[in-house]
T-cell receptor
Framework: EAGVTQSPTHLIKTRGQQATLRCSPI?????VYWYQQALGLGLQFLLW???????NRGNFPPRFSGRQFPNYSSELNVNALELEDSALYLC???????????????FGAGSRLTVL | AQSVAQPEDQVNVAEGNPLTVKCTYS??????LFWYVQYPNRGLQFLLK??????LVKGSYGFEAEFNKSQTSFHLKKPSALVSDSALYFC??????????FGGGTRLMVKP
């Protein structure tokens, strides 16, 4: 069984540009989560999608957005990139999450975004 | 609001000695508690979880964690550390609303 796959592995952008990161969940998982892991810091929750809908959003500005497609894959868009957006962006998936907080999240290896 | 605290940025232990990585949480209602491990340039891997039942939870690679409701703690333990256990460990908590909140992480260094 394929795990959670993320692309690209690395992405280098300049300030002001836009970045798009992609995530394919484990087959059968309908919930997708995005986390930001800045260097030396913990994981900060960005977005949670389930069944194509945004279910929750972390404390990030509106230039962080995303969507979930009918096949449950997801993309994260970051507009007007700033230097402090440089981080490892982790995607995770789980079984449907609305009814339980007990589902284990399976993480991808992450996409490292560098903003110059 | 939910919060998870890992009071130690780094834990150093000699190979063969027992290890403990501390975690305390603040969650409304009944908590669901998790431990994940992250190796360099990798995503997080699930170690174990507490949902209900026995306070002592056993997980992967010989790790276990003890749920203490009165102290709102969920410390990760292993009786005998291996050099290969060196990694970044994250405690996480959620409730029925399914918001998983992570602690800041603790770097475990096991020295030969």
């Amino acid at each position: 069984e394929a795990g959670v796959t993320q692309s690209p592995t690395h992405l280098i952008k300049t300030r002001g540009q836009q970045a798009t990161l992609r995530c394919s969940p484990i087959s059968g998982h309908t919930s997708v989560y995005w986390y930001q892991q800045a260097l030396g810091l913990g994981l900060q929750f960005l977005l949670w999608y389930d069944e194509g809908e945004e279910r929750n959003r972390g404390n990030f500005p509106p230039r962080f957005s995303g969507r979930q497609f009918p096949n449950y894959s997801s993309e994260l868009n970051v507009n007007a990139l700033e230097l402090e957006d440089s981080a490892l962006y982790l995607c995770a998936s789980s079984l449907a999450g609305l009814s339980s907080g007990a589902n284990v999240l399976t993480f991808g290896a992450g996409s490292r975004l560098t903003v110059l | 609001a939910q919060s998870v605290a890992q009071p130690e940025d780094q834990v150093n232990v000699a190979e063969g000695n027992p290890l403990t990585v501390k975690c305390t949480y603040s969650v409304s209602g009944n908590p669901y508690l998790f431990w994940y491990v992250q190796y360099p340039n990798r995503g997080l891997q699930f170690l174990l979880k507490y949902i209900t039942g026995d306070n002592l939870v056993k997980g992967s690679y010989g790790f276990e964690a003890e749920f203490n409701k009165s102290q709102t703690s969920f410390h990760l333990k292993k009786p005998s550390a291996l050099v290969s256990d060196s990694a970044l460990y994250f405690c996480a908590a959620s409730n029925a609303g399914n918001m998983l909140t992570f602690g800041g992480g603790t770097r475990l260094m096991v020295k030969p």
